[in-house]
């Protein structure tokens, strides 16, 4: 029998993948979606920390400024001030400044909408000129503002990817944006983000990940790993679907 392409096979798991954690997890909601500037100066906050900080962080940059031509205006140091809790605020404050005044200067306001009518591409390598703007804040912004099936490759998308073999374990977080972009149809996009996410909040963890509960064991090459090296003590028998979570629905 003549073997699949890798590229086919990858595919195929990227959909099994999305199939069993939405049984697990309930499906995917599209997030709220908000103006593109808003959603990169809150992806800029976000930078390096967790939820819990950056969004009152940026709660409170938005309670002390009017709009954004009064942080465009404003001093590193009182922009700083505001964002405080989003921790690296020296460093992210002068990043944020200076957007808002790339922007403006470029543009003659402090909007980022025409980005919904450029094509991925050319909406990446824009976003991507601007100071502090990786792949990952780049893909945030055009994936959850602009509904581009940009991927992002957060922490635990990077972490599963690798562990489940749709990336070598040497890959570097660049790399992973690019060959992952391959990997992952376009319509599976935000599904695949969300969900890798969930999962490694839950189950795949960094630390002490859960193998015996996860229901992508069978698809997964560290946990076959692990499992031929009699690491995992209890391992539910299954009719190939791997081990299937008997917990109640996780949102």
């Known amino acids: 029998m003549t073997a ?3 590229g086919r096979v990858s595919r195929i798991t990227v959909a099994a993948i999305c199939r069993r954690l939405g049984k697990v997890y309930g499906p995917v909601e599209p997030p709220e979606q908000w103006p593109v500037l808003d959603e990169l100066i809150a992806t800029v906050l976000s930078q390096n920390t967790s939820d819990s900080n950056s969004g009152p962080a940026y709660d409170e940059l938005r309670r002390r400024f009017r709009d954004w031509d009064e942080v465009r205006r404003a001093s590193p140091a009182r922009i700083a001030k505001a964002i405080r ?3 690296l605020a020296n460093r992210k404050a002068p990043r944020i400044k200076a ?23 050319q909406a990446q390598e824009y976003l991507a000129g601007f100071p502090g703007v990786g792949p990952k804040t780049v893909a ?29 374990t ?29 999962h490694g909040r839950k189950v795949c963890t960094a630390r002490k990940p859960q ?5 992508l064991l069978d698809l997964c090459r560290e946990g076959r790993k692990r499992l031929a ?20 629905k996780m949102t």
């Open 170 to 198: 040497r890959t570097n977080a660049v790399r992973a944006h690019e060959e992952l972009a391959r990997l992952v149809p376009p319509a599976r996009v935000l599904e695949f983000h969300i969900q890798l996410i969930r």
């Open 99 to 121: 957007i808002l005044q790339r922007v403006f200067e470029e543009r003659g306001e402090l909007s980022l909408e025409f980005l919904h009518e450029l094509p991925a591409r």
């Open 211 to 215: 193998c015996p509960d996860c229901p």
């Open 85 to 87: 809790r989003a921790g």
């Open 4 to 6: 699949k392409p890798l």
């Open 229 to 248: 090296a009699g690491e995992l003590a209890q391992v539910a028998t299954t009719s190939g679907m791997g081990v299937v979570c008997s917990k109640a």
């Open 140 to 168: 945030c912004v055009l994936l959850f503002a602009c509904r581009k099936p940009v991927l992002p490759v957060d922490t635990h998308v990077y972490r599963l990817a690798q562990r489940i073999g749709l990336i070598g």
